[in-house]
Structures are given as C-alpha cells and as structure tokens.
C-alpha cells in the first residue's frame, strides 16, 4: 500500500525519452521529483492535468491513505483517482542512426551503367513541447526510447532522401562520383 511521503522519481538510462512512472495508485502528498534535463505531465482520470519543471512537487491526488481501503472496497478494489505521472527525458540525444532501407537504382546516362544509391548517416534530436510529444507518439504506451522514435520516423526520412537523390544525380557522370 503506497505511503504518504512516496517520493516519485525517474532517472532514465540511455536513450530513454518517455517513462511512465509503474504504480497508478498514488497518493495524496506523494513528493514529485523532477530532474534538471526532465519534464513530467501528471494525469488524474485519464486527463492531462498539469506538468511540472525541474524541482520537487507535492501532488495532491485526492487518494487518501487513511480512507484509502474503504474507498477501494467501494470502487471493487481499484482507486477511485486513477493517476499517472510521464517522465520525459528533454536531454539532447545525440547520435541516432538513421538511412535508407533499399537502394536507389541510377542508371548513369554517359555509360549506361547500373549504379545501387543508398543514404545513412547520424543525427540528433532534443524534446522541445514534451505534452506533444507524449500525447501525439506515446499516446496510452509506458515508454518510448530513440530507437523507436527512429522506427517511427524513418519511413519519412527514407522517402524523403530518395526523392533528393533521385532529383541531385541525374545530371552526374559515374566518373564524378565519390
């Protein structure tokens, strides 16, 4: 059964962007830690409530420890304030990989020789709006890491290479290509 001085925190490893904090049964006067490079969105029956900077909070939950059990009993052995706390990691990340999943095929018009073009590289990415970001990606989920933000985008950013590389080689000799 959660106390009344629960200390929430979350301290993510590498890569880790969103965290749902496990337990949904928080209490009133629960102490809310928030780190420097974090951000945490509070939710109380499913509605983003509130989201709170770098420092300590004290959230007010409406579950009260004493009562607590009677209310439980009478909901069927669930809090009657369901509530959820995001952590997200607004740190930048750096070095994501990313690429094209298949080869362009150029035919070099001098020669006629087949050619295989393909595009990979590294970037990096910071949060700059965290209530988007885990409203419009993360949704209901309990995590999200750069590796899945990756997944996510790389479609696009295939799509979108291949469009500019189709468009930059057609003018270049195989000779002139590095």
């Excluded at 830690?33 to 420092?55: C, H, K, M, W, Y």
């Excluded at 209901?140 to 696009?156: E, K």
Aim: one cysteine or more; a neutral charge; proline letters at 5%.
């Amino acid at each position: 059964m959660p106390k009344i001085d629960d200390v929430i925190q979350y301290e993510g490893g590498a890569g880790a962007l969103v965290r749902k904090y496990p337990r949904e049964n928080l209490c009133t006067l629960s102490q809310l830690v928030v780190r420097e490079t974090q951000e945490a969105i509070f939710f109380l029956n499913g509605e983003a409530l509130d989201s709170f900077g770098p420092g300590r909070y004290t959230l007010d939950t409406g579950n009260l420890p004493l009562i607590g059990g009677a209310l439980k009993l009478a909901a069927g052995r669930k809090s009657p304030f369901r509530c959820e706390i995001y952590v997200i990691n607004m740190a930048e990340q750096p070095s994501i990989k990313w690429g094209v999943d298949s080869k362009i095929e150029y035919v070099e018009p001098t020669c006629g020789i087949p050619i295989a073009l393909g595009a990979s590289g590294e970037m990096s990415l910071r949060v700059v709006n965290a209530r988007k970001l885990l409203l419009k990606l993360v949704g209901s989920g309990t995590a999200l890491d750069t590796g899945d933000l990756a997944a996510v985008f790389r479609p696009f950013v295939a799509t979108r290479v291949k469009h500019r590389v189709d468009k930059e080689v057609v003018d270049i000799d195989v000779v002139d290509l590095k």
